[in-house]
Nanobody, 125 residues
Framework: QVQLVESGGGLVQAGGSLRLSCAVS????????MGWFRQAPGKEREFVAA????????YNARSVKGRFTISRDNAKNTVYLQMNNLKPEDTAVYYC??????????????????WGQGTQVTVSS
């Protein structure tokens, strides 16, 4: 059983930074491409960023490009999301997810097999 546990959320002022972490249990972390998604109240879950199994390739949503950076440490079974220059519209519950398939679709939530419980990020104006 694979478990994902997010941490690092909180309340921050606009322009500030947060670093989210997602610790993944199990020995097969490198088998999964990893992604971050977010969901604001009343909205659908949306793609934020993804990273390939090796960590060499990353994908970002247009809304966060230049501000958010995804990375992974395969030795620590952990994926990170560094969020800089946060805006009030970034307020949401952030989820990490693991994808075992080798499809080229990294943005569709249904492509991901495993999900964490989410961590709240609130950005005040």
């Amino acid at each position: 059983q694979v478990q994902l546990v997010e941490s690092g959320g909180g309340l921050v002022q606009a322009g500030g930074s947060l670093r989210l972490s997602c610790a993944v249990s199990g020995r097969t972390f490198i088998s999964y491409a990893m992604g971050w998604f977010r969901q604001a109240p009343g909205k659908e879950r949306e793609f934020v960023a993804a990273v390939s199994r090796s960590g060499s390739v990353t994908y970002n949503a247009r809304s966060v490009k230049g501000r958010f950076t995804i990375s992974r440490d395969n030795a620590k079974n952990t994926v990170y999301l560094q969020m800089n220059n946060l805006k009030p519209e970034d307020t949401a519950v952030y989820y990490c997810a693991g994808k075992s398939t080798y499809s080229s679709d990294y943005v569709t939530p249904n492509e991901y097999n495993y999900w964490g419980q989410g961590t709240q990020v609130t950005v005040s104006s």
